[in-house]
């Protein structure tokens, strides 16, 4: 399951994650009585979609750009009236794109440094592990192709929890000193407490920045959760949104199916995982394209 940046804000706010305010709204009216709010504060707009690449991805109705920075609660007015919605396309949507339901007005800061953090969980070690990069505000696969040396990755004892010395050794490696160091360690900590807390998959900050006037800010989040424990988690189910989910997929939630649609022509319906995996397998083998992964359970008679 995935959430919305307005609502990582929120559980930035109560891990004590630092990040910019800002205000959701599903209407133009709304956006410039969030603008007001933060009068006197240079401000940005942002669709809020669950995709990345916002800010260089297209309107179908024309519209450039899914962030903006804006000037005056007119202009937040403005921006959303061309941004709610309508179809946003980006590199990660696809040209099918995703329509915009709600914006986010948030405060604008300005920035000396942009950095990647990440925390997912690593399938070969069985652990969680810190991802980070001096190259921030970027496609991390594309550092990670292009520059793969200015990867971090520290990985964390699942029950040690994370330790000083390895806030230290991401801190050092990213070049963060004084209180910059100080700061980050904390935000590092509260982040991890958030990951473990929540049974988050994946947890995003892409840029995390340092700031002229001497702070650290988390300017992006992108989440993901375990939706095995879910369970546990009422309030962040109180937050999937599944107008963003593949209407398909929704559907199978219901009746308990592991589904996931493709973009083939040859539908699947397999009892059991691996003799799902498999079935693709061989339907890829053939020349063919799986038009779904469908495991109805295992106990099929």
Excluded: W
Excluded at 9 to 15: G, P, Q, V
Excluded at 149 to 162: A, Y
Excluded at 204 to 229: H, M, Q, S, W, Y
Aim: glycine fraction near 10%.
């Amino acid at each position: 399951m995935n959430i919305h940046e307005y609502q990582a804000k929120e559980l930035f706010d109560r891990f004590q994650v630092p990040s910019p305010k800002g205000k959701v709204a599903s209407t133009p009216a709304e956006a410039e009585a969030a603008a007001r709010e933060f009068a006197g504060s240079p401000l940005v707009i942002k669709a809020q979609v669950h995709a990345g690449g916002r800010g260089k991805g297209h309107f179908k109705n024309g519209f450039k750009g899914g962030v903006h920075l804006i000037e005056s609660p007119e202009q937040a007015a403005e921006f959303a009236s061309k941004m709610l919605n309508e179809t946003l396309v980006t590199v990660q949507t696809g040209e099918a794109g995703r329509v915009v339901r709600k914006v986010m007005v948030a405060e604008a800061v300005d920035i000396t440094h942009e950095y990647y953090l990440a925390i997912l969980m690593d399938r070969a070690t069985c652990r969680p592990v810190i991802v980070a990069s001096t190259e921030g505000g970027m496609n991390i696969e594309d550092v990670a192709h292009n520059t793969p040396e200015k990867i971090i990755r520290q990985f964390v004892h699942p029950l040690l929890g994370l330790q000083a010395y390895e806030v230290r050794k991401i801190t050092a490696a990213l070049g963060l000193t004084g209180d910059f160091a100080k700061q980050f360690a904390k935000l590092l900590g509260n982040l991890y407490r958030l990951f473990i807390s929540c049974d988050c998959s994946m947890l995003e900050i892409n840029p995390l920045v340092t700031t002229p006037d001497g702070r650290v800010l988390a300017l992006d989040a992108k989440f993901g959760f375990d939706d095995n424990a879910l369970y546990r988690h009422s309030d962040i189910v109180a937050m999937r949104d599944k107008e963003e989910e593949d209407p398909r997929e929704v559907a199978a939630s219901e009746y308990e199916l592991n589904y996931i649609g493709l973009d083939g022509n040859i539908a699947c319906l397999v009892n059991g995982a691996g003799l799902a995996m498999a079935t693709m397998d061989i339907i890829k083998h053939y020349g063919g394209e799986p038009a779904n992964f469908l495991d109805v359970g295992g106990g099929a008679s």
